[in-house]
């Protein structure tokens, strides 16, 4: 019986341990690894904090982005205001003033950089981009 629970017990432990170092997915190290994991990404929900700097002030902001696919995306911020982009065009939602709008598309260049399908977008523009992975 005791060799039963000390075979049970080492299985147990060698499962466990195939599944933390073999299913650990590589990191990408060059931009078209990063890229391509971008481009792939069709629908995600993330927790953001943006940070607005100039030089009069510094502006942070915290909130819920939700991508639900190709121009379709809904930016939830915690101070009451929901900006939607659907097919070019900018719905706003602010529980603050109690009101609904409309915003024309090119008025907002700043949030809408923010979604991952945008940033992608710019990548075949002649806008210059940077980025890093952290390790």
Same mark, same amino acid.
Do not use: H, W
């Given at each position: 019986?005791?060799?039963?629970?000390?075979? !049970?017990?080492?299985? !147990?432990?060698?499962?466990?341990?195939?599944?933390?170092?073999?299913?650990?997915?590589?990191?990408?190290? &060059?931009?078209?690894?990063?890229?391509?994991?971008?481009?792939?990404?069709?629908?995600?929900?993330?927790?953001?904090?943006?940070?607005?700097?100039? %030089?009069?002030?510094?502006?942070?902001?915290?909130?819920?982005?939700? %991508?639900?696919? &190709?121009?379709?995306?809904?930016?939830?911020?915690?101070?009451?205001?929901?900006?939607?982009?659907?097919?070019?065009?900018?719905?706003? &939602?602010?529980?603050?003033? %109690?009101?609904?709008?409309?915003?024309?598309?090119?008025?907002?260049?700043?949030? &809408?950089?923010?979604?991952?399908?945008?940033?992608?977008?710019? !990548?075949?523009?002649?806008?210059?981009?940077?980025?890093?992975?952290?390790?």
């Amino acid at each position: 019986m005791i060799k039963n629970k000390k075979v !049970l017990g080492l299985f !147990l432990i060698l499962f466990v341990a195939i599944n933390f170092l073999g299913c650990e997915k590589p990191k990408p190290e &060059k931009e078209d690894e990063v890229l391509d994991i971008l481009k792939n990404i069709n629908k995600y929900t993330s927790d953001i904090d943006i940070t607005i700097e100039n %030089s009069r002030q510094t502006v942070v902001l915290k909130g819920k982005q939700i %991508s639900k696919g &190709k121009d379709d995306y809904v930016l939830k911020l915690s101070s009451g205001r929901e900006i939607s982009y659907k097919q070019g065009k900018i719905n706003v &939602k602010d529980s603050e003033n %109690s009101k609904k709008y409309r915003i024309n598309e090119e008025f907002d260049n700043l949030y &809408k950089m923010s979604f991952i399908q945008e940033y992608v977008k710019l !990548l075949y523009t002649s806008e210059e981009i940077n980025f890093f992975t952290r390790k």
